[in-house]
Nanobody, 124 residues
């Protein structure tokens, strides 16, 4: 059974940093495209960043470019999201997801497996 478990969320002040991790089990991560999504209360799920299997191509939402960095360690079945210069509008539940598609995309429909999420709260 595929399982994704996020960690690293918390409460920080604006300008601070957090590093999210997502550990997978029940599958081999080196066969899946991975991504981070977020969802704020009352809003839809937004694709924040995605990374291809080899870790050589990435996608970032315009709202996080230059501040967030996605990376992966396939040997440890782990996905990371380094978040710097955090803003109050980054406050949301953050989810990691895995896709068997080869298309680097922020479309949540293309992702088959999801974690339970980790909360990030940024205060001004």
């Amino acid at each position: 059974q595929v399982q994704l478990v996020e960690s690293g969320g918390g409460s920080v002040q604006a300008g601070g940093s957090l590093r999210l991790s997502c550990v997978g089990s029940g599958y081999s991560q080196d066969s899946y495209l991975m991504a981070w999504f977020r969802q704020a209360p009352g809003k839809g799920r937004e694709g924040v960043a995605a990374i291809n299997v080899a870790g050589t191509r990435t996608y970032y939402a315009d709202s996080v470019k230059g501040r967030f960095t996605i990376s992966r360690d396939n040997a440890k079945n782990t996905l990371f999201l380094q978040m710097n210069s955090l803003k109050p509008e980054d406050t949301a539940m953050y989810y990691c997801a895995a896709s068997s598609s080869w298309i680097l995309t922020p479309d949540p429909v293309r992702y088959q497996y999801w974690g339970q999420g980790t909360q990030v709260t940024v205060s001004s």
